[in-house]
């Protein structure tokens, strides 16, 4: 058996890296909807309304949020960071919030694959718009 060359060593080490790197479950989306609408960030301490319905008041949409995380992290993980990107474009609330599990295959080449769980959460965000009394 003729050893493995060092070029390809690095290519499988490089395709090994860029395999595995596939796997990142901790994921952070926006998706702006209305294009060339944007408003300024809210502090790190405003609160922002989750719920899983409407709200009863008129509101703008801002965009569709989308965040994931490892399952042992739990919920409440997934809620933080739904609302600091909420923050940070500009909304006071997520609506419509909706909870998922995904299994997903950690496959590690030639070796063995692991299963393992990611929550999911995504709603859409929206800014509150104070009408005339």
Same mark, same amino acid.
């Given at each position: ?5 060092? +070029?390809?060593?690095?290519? &499988? @080490? ?7 790197? @596939? ?9 702006? &909807? ?19 319905? $409407? ?7 801002? @965009? !569709?949020? +989308? !965040? ?7 919920? @409440?993980? &997934?809620? $933080? ?7 940070? !474009? ?7 919030? +909706? ?19 990611? &929550? ?14």
């Amino acid at each position: 058996m003729q050893p493995i060359s060092a +070029h390809c060593r690095q290519l &499988l @080490g490089m395709a090994a890296v860029l395999f595995l790197s @596939g796997c990142a479950v901790a994921r952070q989306d926006f998706i702006q &909807l209305n294009a060339g609408t944007s408003f300024p960030s809210r502090t790190v301490d405003s609160p922002v309304v989750l719920t899983v319905g $409407d709200l009863d008041k008129p509101y703008q949409e801002v @965009g !569709v949020i +989308h !965040v994931s995380g490892v399952s042992r992290q739990g919920y @409440g993980q &997934l809620n $933080d960071k739904m609302r600091a990107k909420a923050r940070e !474009v500009g909304a006071d609330a997520i609506i419509f919030v +909706h909870y998922g599990t995904e299994n997903v295959m950690s496959v590690i080449p030639f070796f063995f694959a692991m299963p393992y769980d990611v &929550l999911t959460a995504d709603g859409l965000a929206v800014r509150t718009v104070d009408q005339p009394s």
